[in-house]
């Protein structure tokens, strides 16, 4: 047997072996988390699959990286039925601390991975959850993100990875926030199955039942309609049932039905409520929620597509260099334009330099090193400085410009009908106000502005002049 230093913590341990160490988690109590921090990897003897999962979801739901990015393995004495959900967050299992030898070159290679990303502040919920998914999916080289059928889930389908971050009631939620993630270039996405969710709390466990039409009852009793053929009644099973035998009598003609497909035949059933009795051939289909209980049509049930997602070029780079927010956090920046819209209105004004001839400008504003920026600041300061960027930025210009952020790290603004000399000039001055800006708001915090100003050239098509203005920030 290997030998292992061993540190008592609490009543875990924590294992040492050459230059590592591991978290030893074997019983019923959870360690404090931070310290998780400061060890290589996180092992946890599965004794009970509920604390194993409670331990798991801790640390993946953690908001320090640090802590959220620690590779973690199970530690199976005992031959046990894999959970997908806990397989999916964790990264290996060993028969015996023995084997943690074997698992050192995946720590390693977790861990340099892990030493290379610029982890920043997010701006908003949506962009911390984003965040949080492409940095484990690149840690852990996870190129696609499979959903997985699970009876516990809300949704019937679970994406672990993201469940981490929602309550049960909430887990919906993370098919929103994984579309946005696809909207912004870091997923692409592959259909794999459709869900059909409550309207009102968006749970999936329903029930499904045949109601009457009237009263929307299932307290509902299925009769066969019987057509006689000699004399052709038609009307359903009690009116042929007798009161002496089992047997079929027509109520019209008195006549025996002795075979079926020869003396009658069934075209159809009708039902007959038990609660209001109304009757009817044609019954409606109500779901009945389980969790908030509310019974109304499937015709109400909101259907949300469940898809596979694959991590992008553009969601490596993003979890390398940090994500601070989505396109809707800085879109709704008062004074600003959303950036499709700037592109329309770019394309209107070339379009206009097209019979004036006239002098109009396209600039863009660049923070060199935003992740630095936004790694020191907490998302509402974040906020604050987009803010603080717009309004400097708009009082130096005319009413009639536009700005837009084209990330969280750029700006671009139009200014029409003005020399490009004038421009450059203006450029300059907004930068030197928002660096006063910054040095007076902020102790010890360095702010690299990059600007760029070019003169609209008619020539060119409005998006070739916006991808040449900003390819150097790319």
């Given at each position: 047997?290997?030998?292992?230093?061993?540190?008592?913590?609490?009543?875990?341990?924590?294992?040492?072996?050459?230059?590592?160490?591991?978290?030893y988690?074997?019983?019923?109590?959870?360690?404090?988390?931070?310290?998780?921090?400061?060890?290589?990897?996180?092992?946890?003897e599965?004794?009970?699959?509920?604390?194993?999962?409670?331990?798991?979801?801790?640390v993946?739901?953690?908001?320090?990286?640090?802590?959220?990015?620690?590779?973690?393995?199970?530690?199976?004495?005992?031959?046990?039925?894999?959970?997908?959900?806990?397989?999916?967050?964790?990264?290996?299992?060993?028969?015996?601390?023995?084997?943690?030898?074997?698992?050192?070159?995946?720590?390693?290679?977790?861990?340099?991975r892990k030493?290379?990303?610029?982890?920043?502040?997010?701006?908003?919920?949506?962009?911390?959850v984003?965040?949080?998914?492409?940095?484990?999916?690149?840690?852990?080289?996870?190129?696609?993100?499979?959903?997985i059928?699970?009876?516990?889930?809300?949704?019937?389908?679970?994406?672990?990875?993201m469940?981490?971050?929602f309550?049960?009631?909430?887990?919906?939620?993370?098919l929103?926030?994984?579309?946005?993630?696809?909207?912004?270039?870091?997923?692409?996405?592959?259909?794999?199955?459709?869900?059909?969710?409550?309207s009102?709390?968006?749970?999936?466990?329903m029930?499904?039942?045949?109601?009457?039409?009237?009263?929307s009852?299932s307290?509902?009793?299925?009769?066969?309609?019987?057509?006689?053929?000699?004399?052709?009644?038609?009307?359903?099973?009690?009116?042929?049932s007798?009161?002496?035998?089992d047997?079929?009598?027509?109520?019209?003609?008195?006549k025996?039905?002795?075979?079926i497909?020869?003396?009658y035949?069934?075209?159809?059933?009708?039902?007959?409520?038990?609660?209001?009795?109304h009757?009817?051939?044609?019954?409606?289909?109500?779901?009945?929620?389980?969790?908030?209980?509310?019974?109304?049509?499937?015709?109400?049930?909101?259907?949300?597509?469940?898809?596979?997602?694959?991590?992008?070029?553009?969601?490596?780079?993003a979890?390398?260099?940090?994500?601070?927010?989505?396109?809707?956090?800085?879109?709704?920046?008062?004074g600003?334009?959303?950036?499709?819209?700037?592109?329309?209105?770019?394309?209107?004004?070339?379009?206009?330099?097209?019979?004036?001839?006239?002098d109009?400008?396209?600039?863009?504003?660049?923070?060199?090193n935003?992740?630095?920026?936004?790694?020191?600041?907490?998302?509402?300061?974040?906020?604050?400085?987009?803010?603080?960027?717009?309004?400097?930025?708009?009082?130096?210009i005319?009413?009639?410009?536009?700005?837009?952020f084209?990330?969280?790290?750029?700006?671009?603004?139009?200014?029409?009908?003005?020399p490009?000399k004038?421009a450059?000039?203006?450029?300059?001055?907004m930068?030197?106000?928002?660096?006063?800006?910054?040095k007076?708001?902020?102790?010890?915090?360095?702010?690299n502005?990059?600007?760029?100003?070019?003169?609209?050239d008619?020539?060119?098509?409005?998006?070739?002049?916006?991808?040449?203005?900003?390819?150097?920030?790319?």
């Amino acid at each position: 047997m290997k030998h292992f230093e061993t540190h008592n913590y609490k009543s875990n341990f924590v294992l040492e072996q050459g230059q590592y160490s591991y978290v030893y988690i074997r019983n019923f109590e959870i360690p404090p988390l931070e310290e998780i921090a400061d060890h290589d990897a996180v092992v946890i003897e599965v004794k009970n699959l509920d604390f194993v999962r409670l331990i798991v979801n801790a640390v993946r739901s953690n908001l320090d990286p640090d802590i959220y990015l620690t590779p973690i393995f199970l530690l199976k004495k005992d031959v046990l039925d894999d959970v997908p959900y806990i397989e999916e967050l964790v990264d290996g299992s060993i028969k015996s601390l023995d084997d943690l030898g074997f698992v050192n070159k995946e720590i390693d290679k977790i861990n340099i991975r892990k030493n290379s990303l610029n982890i920043t502040s997010s701006v908003s919920f949506e962009a911390q959850v984003i965040t949080k998914l492409i940095a484990l999916m690149y840690v852990r080289e996870l190129k696609v993100l499979n959903p997985i059928p699970d009876k516990y889930s809300n949704l019937y389908y679970s994406f672990p990875f993201m469940a981490i971050n929602f309550e049960e009631k909430e887990e919906h939620l993370a098919l929103k926030i994984l579309n946005l993630a696809e909207e912004e270039g870091m997923l692409r996405s592959e259909y794999f199955d459709r869900v059909y969710l409550c309207s009102s709390c968006s749970g999936s466990h329903m029930s499904y039942r045949e109601v009457c039409p009237k009263c929307s009852s299932s307290n509902t009793t299925p009769s066969d309609i019987i057509h006689h053929f000699p004399c052709g009644y038609v009307g359903p099973m009690k009116d042929f049932s007798n009161e002496i035998d089992d047997k079929l009598d027509c109520p019209k003609c008195n006549k025996r039905l002795r075979h079926i497909g020869v003396d009658y035949d069934k075209p159809s059933v009708i039902h007959h409520c038990n609660n209001c009795s109304h009757n009817f051939q044609d019954y409606n289909v109500n779901a009945k929620c389980m969790s908030c209980h509310t019974d109304r049509s499937v015709e109400t049930l909101k259907a949300h597509d469940i898809k596979t997602y694959r991590l992008t070029k553009k969601g490596e780079l993003a979890a390398i260099k940090g994500f601070t927010s989505t396109s809707k956090d800085i879109e709704d920046v008062m004074g600003t334009v959303k950036y499709d819209t700037f592109k329309t209105m770019l394309k209107y004004e070339i379009e206009r330099l097209k019979q004036t001839l006239g002098d109009s400008n396209l600039c863009a504003i660049h923070i060199g090193n935003s992740s630095q920026v936004y790694s020191k600041l907490g998302s509402e300061l974040q906020r604050g400085v987009f803010k603080d960027l717009v309004s400097v930025i708009r009082s130096n210009i005319r009413s009639s410009d536009v700005i837009a952020f084209w990330s969280s790290s750029t700006i671009v603004v139009s200014m029409n009908d003005i020399p490009h000399k004038i421009a450059l000039r203006i450029t300059g001055e907004m930068v030197e106000l928002l660096s006063e800006l910054i040095k007076s708001s902020f102790d010890d915090l360095e702010v690299n502005f990059e600007t760029k100003t070019v003169a609209l050239d008619y020539r060119k098509p409005h998006e070739m002049q916006l991808r040449e203005l900003l390819a150097e920030f790319d």
